[in-house]
T-cell receptor
């Protein structure tokens, strides 16, 4: 048990809609990263937030955006959903001085129809 | 860009056997991480390695940071059914702050 929680567990949306996914970090962890994992693949980095600022971004379009709050919880927002956005979305928390030792939540399974 | 290649892609073994898998890259890494993912769950961090040549154990799991810094190995001794899952290696992308690059995974099946 990592102490990282995500909600909702599963979600079904229609193409063109918007979605917000939520993550609560492990206590004391001030850094959160979001990943997209397609079936049969390793996780792909979307972005990372450190102390409420974006600290790095992967090759995802601007319709993927995020927020980190003072209590270190965070959100991933995706606008104008496409069928290819169907995936498992994972958040991972870490300490700022060990940014690569990342502890993952259980994920949100998003299906876009 | 940096890529991690894991082998084998999948393994079918008998309970009690030892398992070895590896991860290689054309680039140098200063940190190697090994994760295990069960179906429908997030990856769980097993072992983190920070120094070339380092050998670190976590129960029946042992991981090594290759001397060339371009590879890492994970061994599981005396496998049990709950070892079933997908094992990922990961390393930092130093060009993109905070990003971990993952291999494509090694899927382990254990026959009781």
């Amino acid at each position: 048990e990592t102490g990282v929680t995500q909600s909702p567990t599963h979600l079904i949306k229609t193409r063109g809609q918007q979605v917000t996914l939520r993550c609560s970090s492990q206590s004391g962890h001030n850094t959160v990263s979001w990943y997209q994992q397609a079936l049969g693949q390793g996780p792909q980095f979307i972005f990372q937030y450190y102390r409420e600022e974006e600290n790095g971004r992967g090759n995802f379009p601007p319709r993927f955006s995020g927020l980190q709050f003072p209590n270190y919880s965070s959100e991933l927002n995706v606008n104008a959903l496409e069928l290819d956005d169907s995936a498992l979305y994972l958040c991972a928390s870490s300490l700022g001085d060990s940014p690569y030792e990342q502890y993952f939540g259980p994920g949100t399974r998003l299906t876009v129809t | 860009g940096q890529q991690l290649n894991q082998s084998p892609q999948s393994m079918f073994i008998q309970e009690g056997e030892d398992v070895s898998m590896n991860c290689t890259s054309s680039s140098i890494f200063n940190t190697w991480l090994w994760y295990k993912q069960d179906p429908g769950e997030g990856p769980v961090l097993l072992i983190a390695l920070y120094k070339a040549g380092e050998l670190t154990s976590n129960g029946r799991l042992t991981a090594q940071f290759g001397i060339t810094r371009k590879d890492s190995f994970l061994n599981i001794s005396a496998s049990i059914p709950s070892d079933v899952g997908i094992y990922f290696c990961a390393g930092p992308d130093y060009n993109q702050g905070g990003k971990l690059i993952f291999g494509q995974g090694t899927e382990l099946s254990v026959k009781p």
